[in-house]
């Protein structure tokens, strides 16, 4: 990388961040960009609070979303490094006595596939908004309704908060700090990121971003219960201190090039311990999008070329962030920029085939979905013609949308709203894996992506699956003879 294209980065940064940021719905954007272990160039624009007109700058802290995943992961590491944890090892092992319900027992998840989103465990997301009467469920009450292994571990990756509650509960049973306390000690301070916090409340040196709805609206402080996978603050300067170091000799470079490589999702996609990582022309690129109620952020780190970008946003969904980092890059390293499409998985040229998917479960199956531990009847049906029907409960029968999800599984996307009013849920996606053979099996993730003033996001929850062939009059079930 030439110095004249770092000093037309620092140049330029505060006319493109402007030029962006007019027309987009964000109230305000952070951007920071570093290089060879110092930050070169931040830039803010727009109002961090919009009701007293608080202009956002470069300090500001933001909330991060999933972006806090890799500092999670980071600390994780340092945990296991002082106190001689093998990242293989069981995490039931540090969970206090706490286990997962599994119909693997000799295959327990480990430490590194729960970082990897491979330890089976299913997808979760529930905010506490401090508004609403309902508050977070203790660590043994999560796990007792939600902790269940519906996967064999290291087998698929299914991108799980819930896991990174498991991580939260080793930490504190580890080292008796809170997984913010430990960050702070093992992170934030080591790197200088004073403006760094772990929580539903911010508490650092300055005044951070309110998050806002894409209507404007501001949330409430809300929770969550897995506050490692979601509840980080910091400015987006703080932020590329992190990826700098993560693309350095240290040991957070680990959690990037792994001496244990995760199994590829896609040819050129894999997630690593709190990364996802692609590569692209021969580069490896690290990143991790956040995007939450009233947040939506992005961290890149191109280990190789020392580069690390951060891009902050309050506001709940914008183009800002994927936009300003390619640009930085195409300035930066502009062969590599221009064949950047983006920073998570690329979709596969050839989708896998519906066809062959739709013809293994062709007929009528009746069984349940197991919601907070009791059996909740389902039904689907599989025409010729690849229609897709379902029945949830003692709903009525409606269409169901068939596609195929990261696993190559069948997802049976169903709208539905199950009988529990706290979940608020519109929709139910089924991933199945179809085959020859008794019962069929998988998992249903219910969500709903706003509540009913279509402002606030909602819950996203996982349950059991399991379904039995219906026969035809006059014939054997599957696996009969």
Not at 325 to 331: I, N
Not at 477 to 481: A, F, I, Y
């Given at each position: 990388?030439s110095?004249?294209?770092?000093?037309?980065l620092?140049?330029?940064?505060?006319?493109?961040?402007?030029?962006?940021f007019v027309?987009d719905?964000?109230?305000?954007?952070?951007?920071?960009v570093?290089?060879?272990?110092?930050?070169?160039?931040?830039?803010a624009?727009?109002?961090?609070?919009?009701?007293?007109?608080?202009?956002?700058?470069?300090?500001?802290?933001?909330?991060?979303?999933s972006?806090?995943?890799?500092?999670?992961?980071?600390?994780?590491?340092?945990?296991?490094?002082?106190?001689?944890?093998?990242?293989?090892?069981?995490?039931?092992?540090f969970?206090?006595g706490?286990?997962?319900?599994t119909?693997?027992?000799?295959?327990?998840?480990?430490?590194?596939?729960?970082?990897?989103?491979?330890?089976?465990?299913?997808?979760?997301?529930r905010?506490?908004?401090?508004?609403?009467?309902?508050?977070?469920l203790?660590?043994?009450?999560?796990?007792?309704?939600?902790?269940?292994?519906?996967s064999?571990p290291?087998?698929?990756f299914?991108?799980?908060?819930l896991?990174?509650?498991?991580l939260?509960?080793l930490i504190?049973?580890?080292?008796?700090?809170?997984?913010?306390e430990?960050?702070?000690e093992?992170v934030?301070?080591?790197?200088?990121m004073t403006?760094?916090?772990?929580?539903?409340?911010?508490?650092g040196?300055?005044?951070a971003a309110?998050?806002?709805?894409?209507?404007?609206?501001?949330y409430?402080?809300?929770d969550?219960?897995?506050?490692?996978?979601?509840?980080?603050?910091?400015?987006?300067?703080?932020?590329?201190?992190?990826?700098?170091?993560?693309?350095?000799s240290?040991?957070?470079?680990?959690?990037?090039s792994?001496?244990t490589?995760?199994?590829?999702?896609?040819p050129e996609?894999?997630?690593?311990?709190?990364?996802?990582?692609?590569?692209?022309?021969?580069?490896?690129?690290?990143?991790?999008?956040?995007?939450?109620?009233?947040?939506?952020t992005?961290?890149?780190?191109?280990?190789?070329d020392?580069?690390?970008?951060a891009?902050?946003?309050?506001?709940?969904?914008?183009?800002?962030?994927e936009?300003l980092?390619?640009?930085?890059?195409?300035?930066l390293?502009?062969?590599?920029?221009?064949?950047?499409?983006g920073?998570?998985?690329?979709?596969p040229?050839?989708?896998?085939?519906?066809?062959?998917?739709?013809?293994?479960?062709k007929g009528?199956?009746?069984g349940?979905?197991?919601?907070?531990?009791?059996?909740?009847?389902?039904?689907?049906?599989?025409?010729t013609?690849?229609?897709?029907?379902?029945?949830?409960?003692?709903?009525?029968?409606?269409?169901?949308?068939?596609?195929?999800d990261?696993n190559g599984?069948?997802a049976?996307?169903?709208?539905?709203?199950?009988?529990d009013?706290?979940?608020r849920?519109?929709?139910?996606?089924?991933?199945?894996?179809?085959?020859?053979?008794?019962?069929?099996?998988?998992?249903?993730v219910?969500?709903?992506t706003?509540?009913d003033?279509?402002?606030?996001?909602?819950?996203?929850?996982?349950?059991?699956?399991?379904l039995?062939?219906?026969?035809?009059?006059?014939?054997a079930?599957?696996?009969?003879?």
């Open positions: 990388m110095p004249e294209r770092a000093q037309e620092s140049a330029g940064l505060d006319g493109w961040l402007i030029e962006a027309g719905v964000a109230p305000s954007v952070s951007v920071a570093g290089i060879d272990e110092q930050v070169l160039a931040t830039s624009c727009g109002l961090a609070r919009v009701e007293d007109r608080t202009p956002a700058t470069p300090a500001t802290p933001y909330l991060l979303a972006a806090t995943k890799p500092l999670a992961a980071a600390t994780v590491t340092a945990v296991a490094a002082r106190h001689g944890i093998d990242l293989d090892s069981p995490i039931e092992k969970l206090g706490v286990t997962l319900e119909g693997w027992p000799e295959e327990p998840p480990t430490i590194r596939q729960v970082l990897q989103h491979r330890g089976g465990i299913g997808a979760y997301f905010p506490y908004y401090q508004d609403e009467a309902r508050v977070p203790a660590f043994s009450d999560v796990i007792e309704r939600r902790g269940r292994v519906m064999r290291g087998e698929r299914v991108y799980s908060n896991g990174y509650a498991l939260d509960e504190l049973n580890v080292t008796g700090q809170t997984p913010g430990a960050m702070s093992l934030f301070g080591p790197l200088g403006s760094g916090w772990l929580g539903a409340d911010y508490s040196p300055v005044p309110v998050p806002y709805a894409i209507d404007g609206v501001p409430p402080p809300y969550v219960e897995h506050p490692s996978a979601s509840l980080a603050w910091c400015s987006a300067g703080d932020l590329v201190r992190f990826g700098l170091a993560c693309a350095g240290g040991i957070f470079l680990a959690t990037i792994s001496p490589p995760a199994p590829p999702i896609t996609f894999r997630y690593e311990l709190g990364w996802a990582v692609k590569s692209v022309g021969g580069s490896v690129v690290a990143s991790h999008a956040g995007l939450m109620g009233g947040v939506h992005l961290l890149v780190v191109l280990p190789t020392g580069v690390a970008i891009v902050l946003t309050n506001v709940t969904k914008s183009a800002l962030p936009r980092a390619k640009q930085v890059l195409e300035v390293l502009p062969t590599l920029g221009r064949q950047i499409t920073f998570w998985k690329d979709d040229n050839t989708p896998p085939s519906m066809a062959a998917a739709l013809a293994a479960v009528s199956w009746r349940a979905l197991r919601h907070d531990g009791e059996p909740l009847p389902l039904e689907l049906a599989f025409d013609d690849g229609t897709v029907t379902a029945r949830i409960g003692s709903g009525t029968t409606v269409p169901a949308t068939a596609t195929r990261d599984d069948l049976i996307s169903i709208p539905c709203a199950l009988p009013e706290g979940h849920t519109d929709t139910i996606e089924l991933h199945l894996e179809p085959d020859d053979q008794e019962p069929l099996t998988g998992s249903a219910a969500s709903q706003y509540d003033r279509g402002r606030r996001v909602g819950d996203l929850v996982s349950m059991a699956c399991q039995h062939a219906e026969p035809l009059p006059g014939t079930s599957r696996g009969e003879s």
